[in-house]
């Protein structure tokens, strides 16, 4: 009998350095005695981050920012390493892959700085070169401790579309590619060390799955070699009632719906990426968020119908880095279809829209989206209603980057009446003023738009007046 697959995926923290690594190891090392298990690495913490900025410094013309960086990643890997492995031949060998791909990095800064220009294709293979340079460090971290263990570049698996900095993995061709390179390895008693965050376009060129994109690729390898459990290692203990950097008294909640996780994803909650569990609904794999930090305990658990509470509300989550567009006039009434003119503007951009809101007497539509794509759709916009701008039918278009979306999440809402004013209502005696308010159809969630400085005060409020941090969040 085969024996069950986990696929494991450790974040950034949790790789952070030789310590972190051995942990992780350790942990990898303790699962594979029972099971086969893939491991999904990101980039060391902080690394991604400093790849991209100096990337944007090249395209100005400064060389000297992404030397210095390449450097310092030298210095910092090695220094893991030497940590990690004592046999000289395993460390030289890595040490030799980390060079290679340090050069790959150097040459792709220079030639962007020499043509002062950072295509969306340069700046996915500049991005991935932090999973890149972890995924033979870990592997050979696992090799020291007696696991049999490769890594594996996932532009061998993930099979993608070419949307560079987002791409969308295709199912079918990432499942045969998946299968037939893991399953061979995984039945010689190996374990695979997959670079998270990056795949490959049916042509072979590398893309990246969206920041935060490791979870994504544990989901999409878990659905595709049809794993029996999927974990997420992060740095906190699960999926909790809210982000503990704003709400200190947030909990872990134990048991979470995919509908639930998805919703706090997708306003937000950086502990999953947005996509994450969608590879994983058709088959209902269940997916843990487990702290390495501190493996004893269970975290959450996140499964199809998840554990109802009676209170309806479950979780509370934010996101910051939004912008507010509205559109409007008094003579957008007499204006055919601009809804459907300004959301096929905003699809063309592939800029997603997190909320919409829009007055009954259709003089005013207002969404949100995420900053980056703010002021390309209002370009975009103005150039649509060009016309209709020069006549006055339509007003305005304006943007406010200064708002936040907060959000209220739980299936158990739907039905649950009283939610949504016990919400305002504590919002109101707060005195937090709402910009824009939406409740989806679904009911699982409630969210509403406020100025970017209420938001933490918003969060707090909302969680004490639901008592997510003193009853059992089960
Ligand atoms: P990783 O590097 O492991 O992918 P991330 O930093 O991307 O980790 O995500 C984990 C972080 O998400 C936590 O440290 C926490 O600050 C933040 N976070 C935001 N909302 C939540 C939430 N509801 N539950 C847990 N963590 C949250
Ligand atoms: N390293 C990538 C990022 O920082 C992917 C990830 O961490 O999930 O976006
Ligand atoms: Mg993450």
């Avoid at 975290?299 to 912008?323: P, Y």
């Amino acid at each position: 009998m085969t024996k069950p697959l986990q696929v494991m995926k450790f974040g950034g923290t949790s790789v952070g350095d030789a310590t972190c690594i051995a942990r992780a190891a350790q942990i990898v090392s303790s699962a594979a005695e029972g099971m086969r298990v893939v491991v999904v690495v990101s980039a060391m913490s902080g690394v991604t981050n400093r790849l991209i900025d100096a990337a944007k410094r090249a395209s100005d013309g400064d060389v000297e920012a992404s030397a210095t960086l390449v450097e310092s990643l030298r210095q910092q890997h090695r220094a893991a390493l030497a940590v990690l492995v004592s046999e000289e031949a395993s460390r030289l060998s890595v040490e030799h892959k980390l060079e290679e791909i340090l050069a790959e990095g150097k040459r792709l800064y220079d030639g962007t700085a020499m043509l002062r220009e950072l295509t969306p294709r340069a700046l996915d293979i500049i991005s991935s070169l932090g999973e890149r340079l972890c995924a033979p460090m870990f592997a050979a971290a696992l090799r020291q401790i007696g696991t049999l263990s490769h890594s594996v570049e996932a532009t061998q698996l993930i099979v993608t579309d070419s949307y560079h900095g987002g791409a969308e993995p295709r199912a079918d061709e990432t499942r045969q590619r998946s299968s037939s390179h893991l399953l061979p390895l995984l039945a010689a008693g190996e374990v695979p060390i997959v670079t998270g965050f990056i795949g490959a376009s049916q042509d072979g060129k590398l893309t990246t799955l969206g920041r935060g994109g490791s979870d994504y690729s544990a989901t999409i390898l878990g659905a595709a070699l049809n794993a029996d459990e999927i974990i997420i290692w992060t740095d906190v203990e699960g999926v909790l009632t809210a982000d503990p950097r704003l709400v200190p008294e947030a909990r872990t909640i134990p048991e979470i719906s995919y509908r639930e996780a998805a919703e706090l994803a997708y306003f937000g909650a950086k502990v999953l990426h947005p996509k994450t569990l969608r590879p994983v609904l058709p088959e209902s794999i269940p997916v843990w968020i487990r702290n390495s930090f501190a493996p004893e305990k269970l975290g959450t658990k996140i499964t199809q119908k998840g554990k109802s509470i009676g209170g309806g509300v479950k979780a509370l989550t934010a996101i910051r880095d939004v912008a507010l567009i509205s559109l409007g006039g008094p003579g957008i009434v007499g204006v055919p279809d601009v809804i459907g003119r300004t959301f096929t503007t905003t699809a063309e951009l592939r800029a997603d829209v997190l909320l919409i809101s829009q007055s009954s007497s259709q003089n005013d539509i207002c969404f949100l989206v995420s900053k980056p794509h703010a002021h390309v759709t209002v370009d975009a916009l103005r150039k649509e209603f060009a016309q209709d701008l020069a006549h006055e039918v339509v007003d305005h278009i304006t943007v406010d980057p200064n708002v936040a979306i907060v959000a209220v999440v739980g299936e158990n809402m739907r039905g649950t009446p009283g939610v949504a004013g016990k919400t305002f209502n504590a919002l109101g005696r707060e005195k937090v003023n709402l910009i824009a308010i939406a409740q989806g159809s679904s009911e699982t969630n409630i969210s509403f738009v406020v100025d970017e400085k209420s938001m933490q005060h918003a969060l707090r409020v909302l969680h004490r007046e639901f008592g997510l941090g003193q009853s059992p969040a089960s």
